[in-house]
């Protein structure tokens, strides 16, 4: 599975050399919050990864939304005094890569 592969603990170490990004408090007070753009951004590339892939069983689809939740939960323990701050404009552009990266990955893991 996704996260148990070499490329995903790889993507955590990329993920953990930026972690630092995270440590500016966002001050714009209509930005979501780090973990609610976790959350949506990981959502958004599965919904687009089963849209890619419309014939993938019942049960793979489920294999998926597990990998996809342990995923949110990694990056929630990583940023876990950080996650209910507002996300700053960078934050936010890191979040949207590293989430098409993982998109990337369960694209690999199903093709």
């Not at 007070?29 to 951004?41: C, D, F, K, R, S």
Request: glycine share 2%.
């Amino acid at each position: 599975m996704v996260t148990e592969s070499r490329a995903y603990i790889e993507l955590i170490g990329y993920f953990t050399e930026n972690v630092a990004l995270f440590e500016q408090v966002g001050n714009d007070v209509n930005a979501p919050t780090v973990g609610e753009l976790i959350e949506t951004q990981i959502s958004e590339n599965v919904i687009n990864f089963f849209e890619q892939n419309p014939d993938l069983p019942q049960d793979e689809r489920l294999d998926v939304v597990r990998e996809a939740d342990t995923i949110v939960t990694d990056l929630e323990e990583f940023l876990s005094r950080r996650i209910e701050q507002k996300a700053t404009a960078d934050q936010q552009a890191f979040i949207v890569e590293f989430s098409s990266l993982i998109k990337n990955l369960f694209d690999s893991e199903f093709k």
